[in-house]
Each structure stands twice: as C-alpha cells, then as structure tokens.
C-alpha cells in the first residue's frame, strides 16, 4: 500500500511570504506528527495529531506556525511570514495509533525542503 | 541537558567489525523505544523497536534497561550499507509526545 506522502517535495520562497506543506498518512493510520530537521541536526517534534485534534501545540517554535488535520487524514501545516531560519526539512510521520508500542511506530515521509531566501 | 542523548560520533568502523551505540533518556514516564535508520537527505525509517526483554534481528541486537533508563544498539559483522545515521526514539504515548535523539554517524570502510 502506498507510504506516507507529502508535497511539495522542495519550495523555495522569499522571507515573509506563508507557506504550506502537505501531508497524505497512511490510510488508517489515527495518529499523525510533523518534524523539523535543519542541516545537520535531529528532528526536531512539532506537533502530533490523534484524529483531528491535536493536544498539545507547545512544540510549535512560534505562532506563526499553525498546523490542521482533516477527515483523520490529511494535514497541512501552515508558516507564515516565513523568516530564514524556517529553512529545514520538514517531515511528517503516521502511525496506526498510540495504544501501543505494538502499534505506534512511526511511518516517515520523504519530506518537504523549505527554502527560505 | 536534552530529554534524549546520543554519542554524535562518528564511529568509523571496518567491515566486518562490531560496533554498539547508546542512547540515554530522562523521562521515566517514556513507553516506547525505537531505533531508526536515516540515510544521508533521506528520512528515517524504522530499524526495530526495542523491547524490555531485548531483541534480536539479524545482525542487530536491541536492549532497554528501564532501570538505568538507556537503550543500546549492537551491530555485528558491520557492512558497508550499513553507513547511516542511528535515531534512538523515546515515546512517552500518554502524552503523544516523540523524543528524537540527534543520531549517531556511522561509517563503515572496506
């Protein structure tokens, strides 16, 4: 069956423009999260989402970052006024749930490179 | 000090060597432990998850010691495709909350 996936696979913009990436889970699959990873650095949580709600947004760096899930499946998350130190991959990971950790591993797409200029 | 630590390296290894990573965690609430592989611009992907009672796959053995709250990789017979960066995971699933280690490099020689 088909992976996680996410679009666009690279954006490049100019500073203080809003951007929005996507991200398709896993069919299923209830929980979602989203990753920041800068060049040469870990991963970095974001947020997490069971179903559509996400309980904690703590792990947003600022409040120009906002994130949404739909339907328990698609979610896109949405900077704006993007500043230069947005530039990072951000990845997006699904996992069936978080009963158990039979059951909550985390399934990555490939990513979307944001670019800032 | 980080929620999730690992030796940065890098290990520079020869094939055929065996080779261990630590990873140590601070939240004894955490309930779930992974260790994933991330190749160069890739994303990570799931290597084994890692059980009390320790697990085996292959060329690779995983260990939890909740006690002393680490978990521990071993690579034996190290191949060249082998050359990643290691990810240890802490999940604390109450809280949805995943814990990423910054990894640890990899490389294995011919």
């Known amino acids: 069956g088909a992976g996680v996936s ?31 990873q800068r060049l040469g650095q ?25 994130a949404e899930r739909t339907g ?15 530039s990072a991959v951000y990845l997006c990971a699904s ?10 591993t985390q399934y990555f797409g490939p990513g979307t490179r944001l670019t800032v200029l | 000090r980080k929620e999730v630590e690992q030796d940065p390296g890098p290990f520079n290894v ?21 260790w994933y592989r991330q190749d160069c611009r890739k994303e990570p992907k799931l290597l084994m998850s890692v059980y009390s009672s320790g697990n085996e796959d292959g060329r ?9 709250q680490y978990i521990s990789l071993l690579i034996r017979d190290s191949k060249l495709s082998d050359s990643a960066t290691y990810l240890c995971v802490v999940v604390n699933t ?11 490099t990899l490389t294995v020689k011919p």
């Open chain 1, 6 to 36: 996410q679009s666009p696979s690279n954006k490049v913009t100019e500073k203080g423009k809003d951007v929005e990436l996507r991200c398709d889970p896993i069919s299923g699959h209830t929980a979602l999260y989203w990753y920041r």
């Open chain 1, 42 to 66: 870990g991963l970095e949580f974001l947020i997490y989402f069971q179903g559509n709600s996400a309980p904690d947004k703590s792990g947003l760096p600022s409040d120009r970052f906002s």
């Open chain 2, 94 to 104: 109450n809280a949805g909350k995943s814990t990423f280690g910054d990894g640890t």
């Open chain 1, 72 to 86: 328990e499946s698609v979610s896109t998350l949405t900077i704006q006024r993007t500043q230069q130190e947005d």
């Open chain 2, 14 to 34: 020869p094939e055929g060597a065996t080779v261990a990573f630590n990873c140590t965690y601070s939240n004894s609430a955490s309930q779930s432990f992974f």
């Open chain 2, 60 to 68: 690779f053995t995983a260990q939890l010691n909740r006690a002393s």
């Open chain 1, 95 to 104: 996992s069936l749930d978080l009963v158990s950790p039979s059951t909550d």
